[in-house]
């Protein structure tokens, strides 16, 4: 019978050719154990580097190795590795050398069943938790549902792959699929050998330990989704196969420990199988864990380029690129005096001593290879990765400052691999659960709870999708007593301009959600719940992380926000008020001229700010280093400014950070009042409309009065032609404090979602 096998066939065996990129792909150091990175059989692959030429992709979404090779490692692609946004989908340098397709790895058979009778009925469906990478071998951890935890290992000796699995099972047969070829059973005539004759070369596997290894040919039926660029935005394809394959299946005798070892190699010829099959040994494998890559304080890292009469800025001495690529996408304080920090190239280093003097401070990396994170979080003492692909738990289980142990804390989101399939967060909520922001630019309708929020258990597993509609939500946090949830969003399609939400259950935000929002809204407009602030373009055009201000010891505006803009590679500042029972308020200018794109924000418990940031070709930012770290403190001397705004039904009352010249301040003409709103739509970005909806304009609004407090901390204006639903931008024109001194910042920018009933 030949079945409609063919272009299935072609995707088994061969590895998927890529259009060759512009720009060269980028390749992990050979000393690296591992790399999560999406790939053309399963977006949610590990890659193995069991040697410098022979590698292992593991898919830990369908549980199996979906692809060997012999060659170099993986080509990766993307922003962060080649520099480029498309192709994003990386590929195996090499010669692929044989894979499994998408069914369990396990079956459910009684004891001593012959494996020909073993159906996809009989399946039993592992359940992924992590990987270990202790010792320096990376071991792949899963539960088989009613039976047991399975520690499944990987490694190369004498020329050959060798998966080694241990189990405890309670009485009962499973039978373990370890290969599933196009081509012949084959005898060796060798107890505990079997093989397939392929068309170019025989497949052998090798059972060592106590069981039965057998091959049969036999129907199987099955789908496999190809994961592409253009399938990201569109769907992705996916090819059927219903036919015969090969399949060597190890059945291990019903031990209460079970452990047995399966050696899979090729060979040109059935003669040289025979041959190496016979002689083949272990070779005894040293397995170490890698020494922990300390750095210490560059003395000649560049000096911070922020001059400021109210804030001092440092840059911490970061080591070059070459040693550290530092673009910072995560940061949590993991001891009162130690950071912990995650880069965009999914590394995570330690800052130690990172409020201490900086020539002090060392830098370990705890891990690498991880899959883009952007977000880091600190919860019982382990660190918490928003991968692209899921929440992972790091830990470090002997003490040697590596993490060697990786689990999933949750992956329940569809991931398409594209250069913009960011998951934002971790943090926790008010309840202890976490959230995480996913982003909906560049996907389609069917890739779940893609632009959603979503809300996990602390334990992990199922998300519950709660608010929807974000584009790029580059900042996540909770802010005040009751830990409300805010979200930066990011300026595109559907999105007038950056802005801040208070993401609520039930709401939307602008941006089309996919599943499970309903299909025949996805791309249309919608009734849109308006953002807490919307920045003004011109001073945000990429908002990125939140910071609450906390201490007072970092100057007079605790209890505010900064809020950072990556490509003009600023901080600016937000106030925020209740009005009818939403959040709505202020923006200000904060700081500028940091060393690159204001990323990721941590206030020490030292009163300092950090500041994580970082650019690369692909996204640019007004700053010349390709990334920094620097802290924020501040002099001790205030600076005149509106500390807080408050709206009244006729007006603004402002709040001074020092008594305010009278005169100067009721003067009719020392202010000017405008108003403008973006409109909603799915071009990219919004110009201004004023109150006639005339395109670049904007609304003058009648300054009626000025009236300062006896105390000279406050002014109250009153307003003539004001609405709601508009940003109300005031700027005080010679404002002067009681001494005669300028306004730090002389205008902001207020969103008027509703004006005060009383």
Not at 153 to 161: C, E, H, K
Not at 326 to 355: H, N, Q, R
Request: hydrophobic share 35%; glycine share 8%; net charge positive.
């Amino acid at each position: 019978m030949k079945p409609f096998y063919y272009l299935a066939v072609t995707a088994i065996t061969t590895i998927a050719a890529a259009k060759k990129p512009e720009l060269p792909p980028y390749t992990d150091p050979a000393d690296q154990l591992i790399r999560m990175a999406p790939m053309t059989k399963s977006s949610r692959s590990v890659v193995v580097n069991l040697s410098p030429e022979l590698h292992l992709a593991f898919d830990t979404q369908q549980l199996r190795t979906h692809t060997v090779w012999k060659g170099g490692g993986l080509n990766l692609f993307g922003p962060c590795y080649h520099g480029a946004k498309r192709p994003f989908i990386c590929h195996p340098n090499g010669d692929r050398l044989w894979g499994n397709p998408p069914v369990s790895m396990w079956r459910k058979t009684r004891e001593g069943k012959e494996v020909q009778s073993i159906t996809n009925q009989n399946r039993c469906v592992p359940r992924y938790k992590g990987f270990s990478t202790r010792g320096g071998r990376v071991t792949f951890l899963y539960r088989l549902p009613q039976y047991t935890d399975v520690q499944h290992s990987v490694y190369a000796s004498n020329g050959a792959i060798v998966q080694s699995l241990q189990l405890n099972r309670p009485k009962g047969g499973l039978a373990f699929l370890a290969h599933a070829e196009m081509g012949v059973p084959t005898d060796l005539n060798l107890p505990g050998a079997v093989a397939i004759q392929r068309d170019e070369d025989v497949l052998v596997a090798l059972l060592k330990g106590k069981g039965l290894i057998t091959a049969t040919k036999s129907q199987l039926q099955y789908e496999e989704e190809q994961f592409t660029v253009e399938g990201s935005t569109k769907g992705n394809k996916t090819l059927k196969h219903n036919g015969e394959l090969t399949q060597i299946y190890i059945i291990p005798d019903a031990n209460p420990k079970t452990q047995f070892d399966v050696v899979s190699f090729t060979a040109p010829d059935k003669g040289t199988a025979q041959r190496m099959a016979r002689n083949w040994q272990h070779t005894k494998v040293e397995f170490s864990d890698p020494k922990p890559v300390i750095l210490p304080a560059n003395p000649k890292a560049r000096r911070s380029f922020v001059f400021n009469p109210y804030y001092e800025v440092e840059a911490l001495p970061l080591s070059a690129l070459e040693e550290m690529n530092l673009f910072v996408t995560g940061m949590d304080w993991l001891t009162p005096s130690d950071l912990a920090v995650c880069t965009y190239t999914g590394e995570v280093w330690i800052i130690e001593k990172a409020t201490g003097p900086a020539k002090e401070m060392k830098f370990r990396r705890f891990a690498r290879g991880m899959n883009e994170p952007m977000g880091l979080l600190v919860k019982d003492g382990m660190i918490h990765l928003g991968n692209k692909a899921e929440i992972t738990r790091l830990q470090d289980t002997d003490n040697d400052g590596i993490a060697d142990l990786f689990e999933r804390v949750s992956s329940d989101w569809d991931y398409t691999g594209s250069y913009n399939s960011f998951s934002y967060g971790p943090v926790l909520d008010r309840q202890g659960n976490f959230v995480v922001a996913n982003a909906g630019h560049a996907g389609h309708w069917g890739a779940r709870h893609m632009g959603w929020a979503l809300r996990i258990g602390s334990d992990g597993g199922k998300a519950e999708p709660f608010a929807s509609g974000f584009r790029e939500p580059n900042g996540i946090k909770t802010f005040g007593p009751d830990k409300d949830l805010f979200v930066t969003d990011n300026q595109g399609a559907w999105i007038g301009a950056c802005k801040l939400n208070h993401v609520k259950d039930g709401r939307f935000y602008g941006h089309p959600t996919s599943i499970p929002a309903p299909k025949d809204l996805y791309g249309k407009p919608r009734k849109l719940d308006p953002p807490a602030v919307w920045f003004p373009y011109k001073w945000v055009r990429s908002a990125s992380d939140i910071v609450e201000i906390t201490d007072d010891r970092f100057g007079p505006f605790k209890g505010q926000m900064l809020v950072g803009d990556f490509q003009n590679a600023v901080l600016t500042r937000v106030q925020l008020e209740k009005v009818n029972g939403e959040w709505q308020g202020a923006v200000w200018p904060f700081l500028k001229g940091f060393q690159s794109g204001v990323n990721r924000l941590a206030l020490g418990n030292d009163g300092q700010l950090y500041v994580g940031s970082g650019k690369v070709k692909a996204w640019a930012a007004n700053a010349p280093a390709f990334h920094a770290l620097e802290r924020v403190k501040f002099k001790g001397r205030t600076p005149f400014s509106v500390k807080n705004v408050r709206a009244l039904p006729d007006g603004f009352e402002l709040t001074f950070t020092k008594p305010v010249d009278r005169e100067t301040a009721e003067a009719l003409d020392g202010f000017d009042v405008w108003q403008y709103r973006y409109d909603y739509h799915k071009n990219y970005g919004s110009p201004e409309f004023d109150h006639e909806g005339r395109k670049d304009r904007f609304t003058v609004i009648d300054v009626k009065s000025v009236t300062v407090s006896a105390d000279n901390l406050k002014a109250t204006l009153k307003l003539a032609g004001w609405k709601p639903g508009y940003i109300t931008a005031v700027r005080a024109l010679d404002v002067r404090d009681a001494k005669g001194g300028k306004l730090w910042n002389d205008t902001f920018y207020y969103t008027l979602n509703q004006i005060p009933q009383h």
